[in-house]
């Protein structure tokens, strides 16, 4: 049970701080709450958390297997490419959108559903989850306080994959809604929407010249 406790934290520790980076994830949380909607952010944010459970399961059992397999990572680390260029159309064309605060509860439902299956596709299709799960268990293969042996055990390490991301976004949220007056002040000369598209636009490039700069043999 101890010793299921300490993956659960090192985990979440791990999960919290390979979080932090600006990606399409975090965007998508910022701007959400940027336009005044943090509780679909909130949604959002549980959304991502299913795939790194997902992901991080695959990695135990299957690290090996996609380390000899490197065509799939492939696939996964180029699919990005066009959620991100997708995502900043979407913006640049969307119109700004006032807050409204009067949703019927079938409206609520709905946005709720929709806010949840974009942070799950977004998170899905980010191609660097897996192999960041893959690495850290290279890494502290051979530690004894992180030796995974039993069912109990590796479902700490699960959950803690899940839990790290849900506090470093929650922690985003948070942040983002605190200071959201300051932020939209410096940001008040641009269309919020054409701003959060071109920085979409901008990770799907970098995403496309890492993959021809480091290509996977």
Request: glycine letters at 6%.
């Amino acid at each position: 049970m101890v010793h299921a406790l300490v993956i659960f934290l090192i985990t979440s520790l791990i999960s919290f701080i390979g979080s932090i980076e600006l990606g399409p994830v975090n965007l998508v949380i910022i701007k959400e709450v940027l336009q005044g909607k943090w509780r679909a952010a909130l949604v959002i944010g549980f959304g991502i958390c299913v795939p790194q459970l997902f992901y991080s399961f695959i990695a135990l059992y299957a690290a090996a297997w996609f380390l000899t397999h490197e065509t799939l990572l492939k696939i996964l680390e180029w699919s990005i490419v066009p959620i991100l260029l997708a995502f900043g159309i979407y913006n640049f064309l969307k119109k700004v959108s006032k807050n409204s605060d009067d949703l019927s509860e079938k409206q609520s439902k709905a946005q709720s559903c929709s806010s949840f299956m974009k942070g799950f596709l977004i998170s899905t299709m980010n191609p660097q989850v897996l192999p960041f799960w893959l690495a850290v268990l290279v890494m502290l293969n051979g530690y004894v306080f992180f030796r995974i042996s039993t069912i109990g055990e590796e479902l700490a390490f699960v959950l803690g994959a899940g839990f790290g991301e849900l506090v470093i976004l929650s922690l985003i949220i948070w942040l983002t809604n605190k200071y959201k007056e300051f932020l939209l002040r410096k940001m008040k000369k641009w269309n919020l929407n054409k701003v959060f598209g071109g920085l979409f636009i901008l990770l799907a490039v970098i995403q496309t010249i890492k993959l021809f700069i480091h290509p996977k043999k």
